[in-house]
């Protein structure tokens, strides 16, 4: 979602392509109007008009294979493509990234046991060991790989939520925030990491850290914000 303030008041837009999409052509790839007719030659050409020179190789099961087939091949995934990039067109352009920013990439599946029902300071029970389910912690950490991304978090602001310097937030964008997430909001040119808040309608983000070195932040006249993606997990070391 992105959020301005002009003169006072906050407008909000959608920014994800699943909210957006259904706005848009599955034959032309061009966003649906609702003024006017169609003119010859009039309007954004779809992306598909450009020219088609580079080629992806991607690696798929005989069920997906079916599949990718079924549905129209090559001819189908441009026009999926098409309708992502129309709705969001930060996928074509170019979206603004926080540093250090690293893509998700599942290869491997390891599980591991699920030894106790609970966490105990004495001594667990041998009886007790390795049983119920394993943990697969792709599955565990990760709703939606291609939307799912790491940052390294820097600074104290967060301390009071767990978040401490160098800790690793799981991050996915494919989430609509709402109040009380913590979310990776753009502040115009600048990422910062706070809890979303809302508050008698007014949104703002909140630190957590009561140290008094840290304030609410507000947006103000003229600025525009854009939640790159909602925290769902936070990985750190304690050795």
Not at 125 to 140: K, R, T, V
Not at 141 to 153: D, G, M
Request: hydrophobic share 35%; net charge positive.
């Amino acid at each position: 979602m992105a959020y301005s303030k002009i003169n006072g008041q906050i407008t909000m837009k959608q920014t994800t392509a699943k909210a957006q999409a259904k706005t848009i052509s599955k034959t032309t790839g061009r966003v649906k109007g609702t003024w006017g007719g169609r003119r010859p030659g009039a309007g954004r050409k779809p992306l598909c008009d450009k020219a088609m020179t580079e080629t992806a190789t991607v690696r798929l099961s005989v069920e997906q294979v079916t599949s990718f087939r079924a549905l129209g091949g090559a001819i189908w995934f441009r026009d999926v493509l098409n309708q992502a990039m129309a709705a969001d067109p930060k996928l074509a352009s170019g979206v603004s990234k926080p540093d250090g920013l690293i893509p998700v990439k599942v290869k491997t599946h390891v599980k591991v046991p699920s030894g106790y029902s609970a966490v105990q300071a004495g001594f667990p029970s041998p009886a007790e060991q390795y049983q119920g389910e394993s943990i697969d912690f792709n599955d565990l950490l990760i709703t939606n790989a291609a939307s799912t991304f790491v940052l390294k978090a820097k600074g104290e602001s967060m301390i009071e939520a767990g978040i401490d310097e160098g800790d690793l937030l799981v991050v996915d964008r494919s989430v609509t925030e709402k109040p009380g997430d913590i979310v990776i909001m753009q502040v115009n040119n600048e990422f910062t990491v706070k809890r979303f808040m809302k508050k008698r309608g007014k949104i703002y983000l909140h630190p957590e850290n009561s140290s008094g070195l840290y304030d609410d932040i507000f947006p103000g006249d003229g600025d525009e914000w854009v939640c790159f993606g909602v925290v769902k997990h936070v990985i750190k070391s304690i050795g």
